[in-house]
């Protein structure tokens, strides 16, 4: 998990609030990335970032929002048009050579109440 | 378009006895693969990745993968499991070509090493 922090570790909503999920790396990594996990399956992509002030959907994109304002923050929000946001909300980072891997921070445990 | 499958959702293996998690892809050109595991409530950990070269790879914790290019798989194993490796496991490939850089990840296979 080292040089990728994702806070807060848990968070708990309320139905029909929008919710901000952050994350930072200090590893000087160009590119971004947002996984969504449920419970027994693998993980699908919300968004992605290659450079600051860019970014493209993923998977799942609907109900979900990002911004990428500096290269080593990428917030996401969860907003309330987004069906079933309970799940397990990973952020990860590489350096954008072609071979070069994805390293995950420790993730956020979202619970809509 | 690029795919994954484990299929094996669990894996069961007494400690000191070899284990392997398969996994097999879809890519339409040439892959890059990577194995990935979780703890609970933790993030993914990188263990290893195939990227050309070597077909056997060599990565973390004593962990090793087979790429296999006839077969489309790519079978994480290791010679002796401990306890300590009961985990969840990910397999992820990514095309080459693939413009963003996304990876594909598998469902998952969770291994339960026993005493």
């Known amino acids: 998990d080292g040089g990728i922090t994702q806070s807060p570790k848990y968070l708990f909503r309320k139905e029909g609030q929008n919710v901000t999920l952050s994350c930072e790396q200090n590893l000087n990594h160009d590119a971004m990335y947002w996984y969504r996990q449920d419970p027994g399956q693998g993980l699908r992509l919300i968004y992605y970032?290659?450079?600051?002030?860019?970014?493209q959907k993923g998977d799942i994109a609907e109900g979900y929002s990002v911004s990428r304002e500096k290269k080593e923050s990428f917030p996401l929000t969860v907003t309330s048009a987004q069906k079933n946001p309970t799940a397990f909300y990973l952020c990860?980072?590489?350096?954008?050579?072609?071979?070069?891997?994805?390293?995950f921070g420790p993730g956020t445990r979202l619970t809509v109440l | 378009a690029q795919s994954v499958a484990q299929p094996e959702d669990q894996v069961n293996v007494a400690e000191g006895n070899p284990l392997t998690v398969k996994c097999t892809y879809s890519?339409?050109?040439?892959?890059?693969l990577f194995w990935y595991v979780q703890y609970p409530n933790r993030g993914l950990q990188f263990l290893l990745k195939?990227?050309?070269?070597?077909?056997l790879v060599k990565g973390s914790y004593g962990f090793e993968a087979e790429f296999n290019k006839s077969q489309t798989s790519f079978h994480l194993k290791k010679p002796s499991a401990l306890v300590s490796d009961s985990a969840l496991y990910f397999c992820?490939?990514?095309?080459?070509?693939?413009?963003?850089?996304?990876?594909?990840f598998g469902g998952g296979t969770r291994l339960m090493v026993k005493p």
């Open positions: 970032s290659q450079i600051v002030n860019d970014f």
């Open positions: 990860a980072s590489r350096v954008n050579g072609v071979t070069d891997t994805q390293y």
């Open positions: 992820a490939v990514r095309e080459i070509n693939n413009a963003g850089n996304m990876l594909t």
């Open positions: 890519v339409s050109g040439n892959p890059y």
């Open positions: 195939y990227i050309t070269g070597d077909n």
